[in-house]
């Protein structure tokens, strides 16, 4: 039979030590679930031969990837990691997979190079079943390896007793599994839930197969972390932050300037150009791209932000879903939500809201000032306290100002307005209907002096 090799995620289990009613593989690491992660690494090198194990919460889990649909095996019962790969078998075999390899939906940090490693040395060894272990100071609640007489075997921690195992050695099983089908199908049967958690554990594999005199073997990747797991909120934290540093450390081998980088976090699909300034304490998230020249200041959080070159974003800005061309300056204290978009050298300054609008080239809203459903046209200046009354209490409406008009500072613009090109709008105004290009629109009482009293 030709070599055909698929990967399968577990990720049915509630991740009961999560103390959390969301199920575990959704639990995010920098923006992401950490299933994603997994499954991630496991396209690189499969492609679409990717299953996924899903049972707790399996709608919401399945609603999360839909770049996995149709490859997704449901658990109804969680019986145990055994009892999850007898699930899948089916698929699995009927995709005509020679091997699977299976990886726990818990661990992260796992990289495509490393399980790549792995499977290399498992297939030259053309091994049955093998599994990765790793060298732990403190085996925790990791399944022990144990060697004797020539054998391997995995002990769960639950059921370990030093009086029969011997002294763990720091050698664990890392939950990465390669296993040829054909071999291990008819060990399936024989999986037991006769240990000290009731479940059907996967790791027996190992015991059965030296049993049966299959090629079974360990192969230890030292003190890998590409392989921690995650049980408890402690290490959902623990493994976040190896994974920022590891993020981080990329964006400034490839020239990004990272100043504060301890504070500094990046989603995984985050792209800086080299050359990009950033200083923490700072957030990026999404599908944040910033282009070259641009720099973002402390205390900003930005979630699938694009910011064109040369940009400057000071302190405290909020960016949400926007688009900043070339040239704009945002900031200080800017929050741009989504739809916001500030055309080539735009500028928006402290306290200034923008939701779903358009700043036009060289446009300026510096102050205070709420810009919600708004096209706004080049070179336009919005005085400070502008607010656009968008909404009516039932719908919302939409604000235009046309090219190089002029906003006076405190205006009320109740929209659907529109304000022509080159229009003045007097400070103070409530600007109720329409302004026609060029015009001069006062909307406010006129100012009597009279003698005092
Ligand atoms: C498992 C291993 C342990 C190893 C550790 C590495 C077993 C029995 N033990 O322990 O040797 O050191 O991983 O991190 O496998 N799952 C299902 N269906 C189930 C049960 C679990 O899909 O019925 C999934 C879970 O969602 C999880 C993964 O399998 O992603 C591992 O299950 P978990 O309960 O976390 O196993 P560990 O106790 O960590
Ligand atoms: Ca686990």
């Not at 100071?137 to 022990?144: F, H, L, N």
């Not at 081998?253 to 200083?279: F, I, K, N, T």
Request: hydrophobic letters at 45%; aromatic letters at 4%; one cysteine or more.
């Amino acid at each position: 039979m030709t070599q055909r090799i698929g990967a399968l995620a577990l990720a049915a289990g509630k991740g009961t030590r999560m103390r959390s009613d969301a199920p575990k593989v959704l639990k995010t690491l920098l923006g992401k679930p950490m299933l994603w992660y997994v499954t991630k690494a496991l396209a690189t090198l499969y492609a679409a031969d990717v299953w996924t194990v899903i049972g707790h919460r399996a709608e919401s889990v399945a609603a999360a990837f839909p770049e996995l649909a149709g490859r997704f095996v449901t658990q109804t019962e969680q019986l145990g990691t055994g009892h999850a790969l007898v699930t899948a078998l089916p698929a699995l075999t009927q995709a005509g997979l020679s091997h699977v390899l299976v990886v726990n939906g818990d661990a992260p940090l796992v990289t495509a190079e490393s399980i790549e490693a792995f499977c290399a040395a498992a297939l030259a060894a053309d091994a049955d079943v093998s599994f990765v272990s790793i060298e732990l100071p403190d085996p925790g609640a990791y399944g022990r390896v144990v060697r004797c007489d020539g054998r391997v075997a995995i002990v769960e921690a639950k059921d370990f007793d030093p009086a029969r195992h011997g002294t763990p050695s720091g050698e664990i099983n890392a939950g990465v599994y390669l296993l040829r089908l054909e071999a291990v199908a008819p060990l399936l049967g024989r999986l037991s839930n006769a240990n000290n958690s009731g479940e059907y554990y996967i790791t027996d594999l190992v015991s059965l197969g030296e049993a049966a005199g299959l090629r079974v073997l360990a192969v230890n990747r030292g003190n890998d972390a590409a392989y921690l797991g995650i049980n408890s909120p402690r290490e959902l934290v623990a493994a976040e932050e190896i994974l920022r540093r590891r993020i981080v450390d990329l964006h400034i081998e490839a020239g990004v300037v990272v100043r504060m980088a301890d504070s500094v976090r990046l989603g995984p699909q985050v792209r800086l150009a080299p050359g990009v300034e950033v200083c923490g304490p700072l957030e990026l998230y999404g599908r944040t791209t910033v282009a070259a020249g641009a720099s973002l200041a402390s205390h900003c959080v930005a979630t699938d932000a694009v910011i064109g070159e040369n940009v400057v974003v000071q302190s405290f800005c909020h960016l949400d879903n926007v688009r900043v061309d070339a040239d704009c300056q945002v900031g200080p204290y800017a929050r741009l939500r989504p739809g916001a978009i500030l055309e080539t050298g735009a500028r928006v300054g402290n306290f200034v809201e923008m939701k779903k609008s358009v700043l036009g080239p060289g446009a300026k809203a510096g102050h205070l000032t709420y810009l919600g459903d708004a096209e706004i046209g080049a070179g336009v200046n919005i005085g400070a306290g502008t607010i656009t009354c968008n909404y009516d209490g039932v719908h919302k409406h939409k604000t235009v100002v046309g090219r190089e008009a002029f906003i006076g500072s405190n205006t009320a613009l109740v929209a659907p307005v529109t304000i022509g090109a080159g229009a003045l709008v007097g400070a103070g105004s409530v600007i109720t209907s329409d302004v026609p290009d060029g015009m001069l629109a006062l909307g406010r009482g006129r100012q009597v002096v009279k003698p005092r009293k």
